[in-house]
């Protein structure tokens, strides 16, 4: 296994627009992190899934943003209506169920033009 | 609301000498901490962590100290190294409402040669 991947690694859109990014983690572990990071700051937390379910959201995470787990193994997370405040990394992170260690993808970097 | 604060952005070490991060927190529910570290176009990747029932957790070069009642955590590089160079990023969670881990601003650490 080569770890947490994400795709795509950079995407530019136009303010409006649609997009969705891919993470694929790490392949026995049950959960799975969504966070974005922004320049000089730290990742900030989305949302978790445990296996298939949504445990958690963010109150960063407003209706415009959407994330499935559907299977229990990648996920997906869509930012509808695109603005250039969500401009930022967005980063995928997985880990066992009995441990706090979260193994990071590289994160794809969204520019909203 | 910043739970987790790292207070000083850059931290700049002769090489061989000790590095010292530090971090502080606010909500006493916080029962575990984690240290990241992240270099340029990657991933956050997990350095040391330490439960709340510890005050103490070694790695080799990497010791991370807790001080529960003055809600304060500090990681020690000793000797620091030119590779040791990044950005370090103090995490916490509280693992009894949930997985959500919140993170600090990050310090980036220069150990000059």
């Known amino acids: 296994d080569t770890g947490v991947s994400q795709d795509p690694r950079h995407k530019i859109t136009k303010r409006g627009q649609n997009v969705t990014f891919r993470c694929d983690p790490i392949s026995e572990h049950n959960r799975l992190y969504w966070y974005r990071q922004t320049l000089g700051q730290g990742p900030e937390f989305l949302t978790y899934?445990?296996?298939?379910?949504?445990?958690?959201k963010s109150r960063l995470l407003s209706d415009r943003f959407s994330a499935e787990r559907p299977k229990g193994s990648f996920s997906t997370l869509e930012i509808q209506r695109t603005e250039q405040g969500d401009s930022a990394m967005y980063l995928c992170?997985?880990?066992?169920?009995?441990?706090?260690?979260?193994?990071f993808g590289p994160g794809t970097r969204l520019t909203v033009l | 609301d910043q739970q987790v604060k790292q207070n000083s952005p850059s931290l700049s070490v002769q090489e061989g000498r000790i590095s010292i991060l530090n971090c502080d927190y606010t909500n006493s529910m916080f029962d575990y901490f984690l240290w990241y570290k992240k270099y340029p176009a990657e991933g956050p990747t997990f350095l040391i962590s330490?439960?709340?029932?510890?005050d103490k957790n070694e790695d080799g070069r990497f010791t991370v100290f807790l001080n529960k009642s003055a809600k304060h955590l500090s990681l020690h590089i000793v000797p620091s190294q030119p590779g040791d160079s990044a950005v370090y990023f103090c995490a916490a969670s509280d693992n009894t409402g949930g997985f959500k881990t919140i993170f600090g601003a990050g310090t980036r650490l220069f150990v000059k040669a």
């Open positions: 992170a997985s880990s066992h169920s009995q441990g706090n260690e979260q193994f």
């Open positions: 899934f445990q296996n298939e379910a949504q445990l958690e």
């Open positions: 330490i439960s709340s029932i510890k």
